[in-house]
């Protein structure tokens, strides 16, 4: 159980356009939904934390106005990358939570590799 | 500034070693630290761990927690070339339990 879905799990785009990122949690329903950033070789880097129903809370240094975080259901969140840029080829991952639970452990999706030409 | 430190960034070792993999943090609100194991895609979940001193074993694999020290270490014990991944060390924060990721240790096991 506890399956983390992303669509689509690759993307190149050029610069200049937008580009959607799914997010879905197959079998429970995530309050929270978490995404991340991980450039070659580095960690993974929180972008921003969304519950249910809510605007997305971006941390420091995330345009906001850049990318859009949608999560308007309890299975599926969106991130949208505006007016996409070499600079923001990455590789973009979920995860997905449900805080109802006594021991809510994030689950990750499998990630989204974004590159812009 | 919370942060999470692992060391050693890469190491190289034979089949059948034993390794040991170092976590250390320095957060404000600690909820628990967990390790990730991540191959080629998302990171898969080993272990958490809130309460010192206490072992959490799984086949091979074990990892301790030292609130006092604020760290964590990995344990791999006869290593395989399937155990070949970059190790992640995160601490989740008790606000909104946001998880704050080290660099990550990349272990590479030779035959």
């Known amino acids: 159980g506890a399956v983390v879905s992303q669509h689509p799990s690759w993307v190149i785009c050029k610069s200049g356009t937008s580009v959607k990122i799914e997010c879905r949690s197959l079998d429970f329903q995530a309050t929270t939904m978490f995404w991340y950033r991980q450039f070659p070789k580095q960690s993974l880097m929180l972008m921003a934390t969304s519950n249910e129903g809510s605007k997305a809370t971006y941390e420091q240094g995330v345009e906001k106005d850049k990318f859009l975080i949608n999560h308007a259901s309890l299975t599926l969140s969106t991130l949208t990358v505006t007016s996409a840029h070499p600079e923001d080829s990455s590789f973009y991952i979920c995860?997905?939570?449900?805080?109802?639970?006594?021991?809510?452990?994030?689950?990750f999706g499998p990630g989204t590799r974004l590159t812009v030409l | 500034e919370d942060k999470v430190v692992q060391s050693p960034l890469s190491l190289v070792v034979h089949e059948g070693d034993t390794v040991t993999l170092n976590c250390s943090y320095e957060?404000?609100?600690?909820?628990?630290l967990l390790w990730y194991k991540q191959e080629k895609k998302a990171p898969t979940f080993l272990f958490m761990l809130t309460s010192s001193g206490i072992e959490k074993k799984s086949g091979r694999l074990s990892s301790i927690l030292d609130k006092k020290e604020l760290f964590s270490i990995l344990n791999i014990t006869a290593t395989q070339t399937g155990d070949s991944a970059v190790y992640l060390c995160a601490v989740e924060l008790g606000s909104q339990g946001n998880l704050i990721f080290g660099k990550g240790t990349k272990l590479s096991v030779k035959p």
């Open positions: 957060v404000t609100n600690f909820r628990s």
């Open positions: 995860s997905a939570r449900d805080d109802r639970l006594p021991y809510n452990e994030q689950f």
